[in-house]
């Protein structure tokens, strides 16, 4: 077993600063795989340890003035091994090797941000420093990293994409500076910022707004409304590699982490907090998923759903039982795997199409069958169709919602509202995944792609091994899924109602395989094949469905399409709103600057004048 778990941070990072002096993207490629293995090693041998603090500053000398240093420090920089920390470190091992293999022979575009691998690694050590930390100051350095390293992601190959990069950055770095709001509140609170000694709660106006300092900073990260609006950008202008490694995927698991540290572990929180936390989840379910339902670019398509399903671990998390907070782990990891497989299938799309447009795509499955394949795997998943692992983590959440009913307070009178919006999300989720299958693999290829062929065996070998791990964890998610990964971090708990996992799996493998003899022996039957015509005349023009005509209808509905106007003009991003607040206080400061020394001279001695007054009072 290791003995320094450090390594899981330094290694990394250390290796990632020095690809920045190694050329050659493929090299840099070769080399950052090999550190995400080594990685994964330590991650294997980490989900075996014991429970403990170490050190993050140990082995760096043994003279006297480096021993004394790395005493100063402890105090601030100690690791906690813990059933949480375990397995999201372990997490973040599974995903990070994958997203790099398939990232060696992808193509160098514009979009392909310059140093990826540098950038890779640094944020993969980053990330394991901010799941390990124990310390809060600490855990925001880490934290503040990984809003640098996500701002490099970006390809600032144009003005879209650098006003993407920029959002971004204003965004989370703003969340972030709240955060350190929230934390200065907390020593002032408790007298201390490690995190295995807190245990506040929210009975005072102090610990409810640190609690809501540091939750917007775990909303902005995961990307629940209203903080999710820079995913967005950040999906559509990106690279869809860069997509599937950070929205998709690590920023999924460091928000959700932290979230389930400030619910479960740094607050106890009182009824109307949970009442906030489940409508704040189901918004971003309803909000986001309508918004994916009439986007005519499947990349941004797929960036609202990465909101959306944020909004399934909210309500998970915010239940606070055993149960639900194993669902909200579960739907995490979940997403991040079939979120994280969608951007890579899209990419591998775009690659062979050079068009991110829904209307000009269409027919690849024939040309691309094993893309095809893990499309249809993934969209079905975070669909919720069983035996998946995105039915299996949203069942969970299900049975957590009507459990909650047995308890008292607001929230738990409500959970037929939790339940029906839930249910509603997933079912909103099926029919613009419709639309992305259909639009993207269905209908007939156009002319133009009559040449698009499969990617190469690297490449579609991850999706597929995450399309493997959708069908694992959700054949097996009762048996040994959430047995041996969930319950350690949350508790036992039992399942409301019967439910066998094993056994909903095979009845559905029964009915694909009879399905599958049922259309193998009918295809013996001769048919005859002739022409369509009108009217005596043939028809020979092919005509499609236009995919991006699907539920255009919502557009027009009385209170949808206020809804959707409002959304196409910003009125939902904080960042513009905010944007527009600075610039109007601009216009209105502007219009006393107007160079008269008097005038100046007498907002000085007022403004001096007023606070002297407030000074006073």
């Known amino acids: 077993m290791m003995n320094d778990i450090s390594i899981l941070i330094w290694l990394p990072i250390v290796a990632g600063l020095v690809l920045f002096l190694i050329p050659g993207r493929i090299a840099n490629g070769i080399i950052s795989l090999v550190i995400t293995a080594i990685f994964t090693w330590f991650a294997v041998e980490l989900f075996g340890a014991s429970d403990r603090l170490t050190p993050l500053f140990s082995g760096f000398g043994n003279s006297e003035l480096m021993t004394s240093i790395a005493d100063s420090l402890a105090k601030f920089s100690q690791l906690s091994i813990n059933p949480l920390s375990r397995l999201i470190i372990l997490f973040l091992a599974v995903l990070a090797p994958l997203i790099n293999l398939y990232s060696i022979y992808t193509e160098k575009n514009k979009a392909f941000p310059s140093n990826f691998y540098a950038w890779f690694l640094i944020t993969l050590g980053a990330s394991a420093g901010t799941v390990l930390a124990d310390n809060l100051l600490l855990f925001l350095f880490f934290w503040g990293v990984l809003g640098y390293t996500l701002f490099m992601l970006i390809s600032q190959h144009d003005e879209d994409s ?19 709001i929230g934390i200065g509140l907390i020593w002032n609170i408790a007298g201390t910022l490690n995190i295995s000694e807190l245990s506040l709660e929210t009975n005072s106006g102090a610990a409810v ?15 629940a409304f209203p903080f999710h609006t820079w995913i967005i950008n950040f999906s559509k202008k990106a690279h869809g590699i860069s997509s599937a490694f950070m929205p998709a995927s690590f920023d999924k698991l460091i928000g959700i982490y932290f979230l389930v540290l400030l619910c479960s572990r740094i607050f106890i929180l009182g009824d109307w907090l949970t009442f906030t936390l489940l409508l704040i989840g189901v918004m971003t379910i309803i909000f986001a998923v309508m918004m994916a339902l009439v986007q005519h ?6 960036g609202y759903h990465a909101v959306s399903q944020v909004g399934y671990m909210v309500v998970g998390i915010a239940l606070g039982s055993p149960l639900g907070i194993a669902a909200g782990l579960f739907h995490m990891f979940n997403n991040a795997v079939y979120k994280s497989g969608l951007f890579l299938t899209a990419t591998s799309v775009e690659r062979k199409t050079g068009t991110a447009e829904l209307e000009k795509t269409g027919g690849l499955a024939r040309a691309m069958p094993v893309t095809f394949a893990t499309a249809l ?38 959970w037929i509202v ?13 029919a ?3 639309k992305f299958i259909a639009g993207i693999f269905l209908g007939s290829r156009k002319q133009i792609y009559e040449h698009v062929k499969e990617v190469k065996v690297v490449q579609w070998i991850p999706m597929a091994i995450l399309a493997v791990i959708c069908i694992w964890f959700g054949a097996f998610a009762t048996k040994y899924i959430v047995r041996e990964l969930f319950m350690p971090v949350t508790g036992e708990f039992s399942f409301t109602g019967t439910w066998d996992s094993s056994l909903l799996a095979w009845l559905v493998l029964a009915s694909v395989v009879i399905g599958v003899l049922i259309y193998w022996l009918g295809s013996f039957k001769k048919m005859r094949r002739a022409d369509s015509f009108i009217g005596g005349e043939k028809v020979e023009e092919q005509h499609d469905y236009p995919v991006t005509g699907f539920y255009t209808t919502l ?15 910003k009125y939902f991003d904080l960042y513009y709103l905010f944007k527009w607040l600075v610039l109007g206080l601009n216009k209105v400061f ?24 407030l000074m006073l009072l």
């Open 432 to 434: 613009s995944f419709i």
């Open 555 to 569: 557009t027009t509905a009385p209170v949808l399409s206020t809804i959707y106007s409002w959304a196409e003009k």
């Open 418 to 430: 939790w339940l029906a919006l839930a249910v509603f999300g997933s079912a909103l989720t099926l």
């Open 209 to 223: 707004t640190a609690f809501i300092l540091l939750a917007v900073g775990a909303f902005t990260k995961a990307g």
């Open 377 to 414: 795997i993934f969209a079905l998943s975070i669909s919720g169709i069983p035996p998946l692992n995105g039915f299996a983590s949203k069942w969970m959440i299900y049975q957590g919602i009507i459990d909650l009913g047995n308890q008292g307070g607001i929230a738990s009178q409500l």
């Open 590 to 613: 502007s219009f006393f600057h107007t160079g008269v020394l008097n005038r100046y001279a007498f907002w000085i001695y007022g403004g001096f004048v007023i606070l002297l007054v």
């Open 162 to 180: 650098s006003d993407a990069a920029k959002k971004t950055l204003i965004m989370v770095g703003s969340s972030d500076a709240i955060m350190i």
């Open 297 to 302: 670019n499947y990349k941004k398509l797929l």
